[in-house]
């Protein structure tokens, strides 16, 4: 499984413009509802907000990982967004998250959306990978430098 089956150019926005946690996850479920029929947004996003009362997806390094499940999609679909700013997602460092990957997956699976998870942790890991999403000035180039690593490690 490759991050690039489910996730979609359109599903990358590099400029997110909200500055506080809930307004990211709107504006991210907004760019997924644009990608994939997701029925009612309210829903994803209040299984979002639950998800994130358990214990922040802000996994540290300037990175989150917001997820869920929904009985609306029939498999994963992600969508990727990069805050300039810098937004404060109460990450496990304490500081602002700049890369946001927003993981959907359907309501009755586990095992694609663990190996998703993992996918996306492992490759967001490296710092200078990091770095260079965060420099891509288009989604197109942030799909390709994605497409691209995941090519090489094959």
Known sequence: MKITDFLNVKGIKV?????????????????????????DKKNILRALIERENLGSTGIG???????GKTDKVDGLVA???????????????GEP??????????????????KALAQISRLLRDTYFCELIRKCKTPKDIFDLIAKEENRKV
Do not use: C
Request: glycine letters at 10%; zero cysteines.
């Open 97 to 114: 998250v700049y890369i946001l990957f927003l993981l959907v997956a359907p309501k009755d699976t586990a095992g694609p959306h663990l």
């Open 15 to 39: 400029d997110l413009e909200a500055t506080d946690k809930e307004g990211i996850l709107k504006e991210m479920v907004d760019i997924l509802a644009e990608v994939k029929d997701v029925g």
């Open 61 to 67: 390094q300037g990175i989150a990982i917001p997820h």
């Open 79 to 93: 969508v990727l967004g990069v805050s300039r700013k810098g937004v404060n997602f109460e990450a496990l460092d």
